[in-house]
């Protein structure tokens, strides 16, 4: 198993361009999460889906975008990109069911201009 | 919504010497609490987790945690620190909530850099 993987591993983007950082798992978990890790802030929910075709916001959502077609994957799209947006992004999964804890692929490291 | 707090963000200690890293949830239901490690440039890996049952959790690495109730707390210890365990550490809470889909979130602490000293 890959476990959770996250493509690119570093990008650099000027304001206003659009991307989307790409999260796949082969574990066949329900549950994907997108985390935002900035200095001394913790990891920040952005977006999550208990399973396909369901999403919700989390605690940052602004900015961002998610959708879900499949169990594997969960693409994470920047609209717009700001400053502000740049942080080390996190792609989780979790089994669900009853299995609370998470498994966090290698993070996106992103730097807008 | 539940909230995790880590007392410190910075902690040094000496090679062999007892590690304590603080952690204290608040919680208006039984919480499952969680810590994880972050070596430089990587992402989160799972040291321990407690969810229900015994409350002293054993992890990976020689470290374990205890559920405190009383004292709202999650502290994580292990007796004698190696060098390779420099790293941030992360508590984390599960903001579950039954019926929810939010259920699976986690709410994460600021973090703690751990530093091994010769």
């Known amino acids: 198993n890959a476990g959770v993987t996250q493509t690119p591993k570093f990008q650099v983007l000027k304001t206003g361009q659009s991307m989307t950082l790409q999260c796949a798992q082969d574990?066949?978990?329900?549950?994907m999460s997108w985390y935002r890790q900035d200095p001394g802030m913790g990891l920040r929910l952005i977006h999550y889906s208990v399973g396909a075709g369901i999403t919700d916001q989390g605690e940052v959502p602004n900015g961002y975008n998610v959708s879900r077609s499949t169990t594997e994957d969960f693409p994470l799209r920047l609209l717009s990109a700001a400053p502000s947006q740049t942080s080390v992004y996190f792609c989780a999964s979790s089994p669900g069911q009853g299995a609370w804890e998470q498994y966090f692929g290698p993070g996106t490291r992103l730097t807008v201009t | 919504a539940q909230s995790v707090t880590q007392l410190g963000s910075h902690v040094s200690v000496s090679e062999g010497a007892l590690v304590l890293l603080r952690c204290n949830y608040s919680?208006?239901?039984?919480?499952?609490l969680f810590w994880y490690v972050q070596y430089p440039n990587q992402g989160l890996q799972l040291l321990l987790k407690y969810t229900t049952g015994a409350t002293l959790v054993k992890g990976i690495n020689g470290f374990e945690a205890e559920f405190k109730k009383s004292e709202t707390s999650f502290h994580l210890t292990k007796p004698s620190a190696h060098m390779s365990d420099a790293a941030e550490y992360f508590c984390?809470?599960?903001?579950?909530?039954?019926?929810?889909?939010?259920?699976?979130?986690?709410?994460f602490g600021k973090g703690t850099s751990l530093l091994v000293t010769p």
């Open positions: 919680s208006s239901v039984p919480p499952y």
């Open positions: 574990m066949n978990h329900e549950y």
């Open positions: 984390a809470v599960s903001d579950r909530k039954v019926g929810s889909n939010s259920g699976y979130a986690l709410n």
